[in-house]
């Protein structure tokens, strides 16, 4: 079965530290990988998307890696900033149909 | 540039009444569009997408429809709404091709409370 699983469920950080986030899927074929920001009451905003040969990819202060060997990614934010607070979505295309499984998100506090 | 329009934002209708929101993209032709829901504390599900006019494929067994009247305007309909049917609605489209890595835009939702 097409599953996206996400660690932590939530997490609460102080603003300037780093954190990172968790993310196994075990959806075959894979074709690529994305990670979203969701913010409270809006619609998810694109961050990365990865393929499988892509081992890591930077937006900013969002580092994205996978290992499609392990079927892991995981989202590195540096130096967090108090408008990183949402929800952090990762999402995986299969490739052989259009659709996206989604993962439940990390919800994500950063503290002043 | 593209953007996407989905409206209203939020809504508050009772049980038993009808319900229509839209969606409508600007800036490309011939996508691909899809409208999600996301219950409390739940992942998105996907509802319904369309690949061309017409063109609706539903994803799961439901209370609701959807429309795509022209290239760039996908609607959600139901007869009678449920309690059930509460959640955040959403709105994406995407550019074709199974083999091209797209990326998905997302409207910015409307919150659906059936009270």
């Known amino acids: 079965k097409n599953q996206v699983e996400q660690s932590p469920q939530s997490l609460i950080i102080l603003e300037g530290k780093n954190c990172t986030l968790q993310?196994?899927?075990?959806?075959?074929?894979?074709?690529?990988l994305r990670w979203y920001k969701q913010d409270t009451g809006r619609g998810p905003v694109s961050l990365t998307i990865?393929?499988?040969s892509e081992n890591t990819k930077s937006n900013g202060r969002y580092t994205a890696t996978l290992d499609a060997d392990t079927k892991q990614s995981s989202l590195h934010i540096t130096a967090s900033q108090l408008s990183d607070s949402a929800s952090y979505i990762c999402?995986?295309?299969?490739?052989?149909?259009?659709?996206?499984?989604w993962g439940l998100g990390t919800s994500l506090a950063v503290n002043p | 540039s593209q953007t996407i329009h989905q409206w209203p934002a939020t809504l508050v209708q009772p049980v038993g009444s009808p319900l229509s929101l839209e969606c409508t993209v600007e800036?490309?032709?011939?996508?691909?569009l899809y409208w999600y829901r996301q219950a409390a504390g739940r992942g998105l599900q996907l509802l319904f997408y369309?690949?061309?006019?017409?063109?609706i494929s539903s994803e799961v067994p439901q209370n609701l429809s959807a429309s795509r009247p022209q290239d760039r305007q996908f609607i959600l309909s139901s007869k009678k709404l449920l309690l059930s049917d509460s959640g955040f609605y959403l709105c994406?489209?995407?550019?074709?091709?199974?083999?091209?890595?797209?990326?998905?835009?997302f409207g910015q939702g409307t919150r659906l409370t059936v009270v």
């Open positions: 999402v995986v295309h299969a490739g052989n149909n259009r659709k996206l499984i």
């Open positions: 369309s690949i061309g006019i017409g063109q």
């Open positions: 800036g490309t032709s011939n996508p691909n």
């Open positions: 993310c196994n899927y075990t959806v075959s074929p894979f074709s690529n």
């Open positions: 990865m393929t499988f």
């Open positions: 994406a489209w995407s550019s074709l091709g199974d083999r091209v890595v797209t990326e998905a835009f």
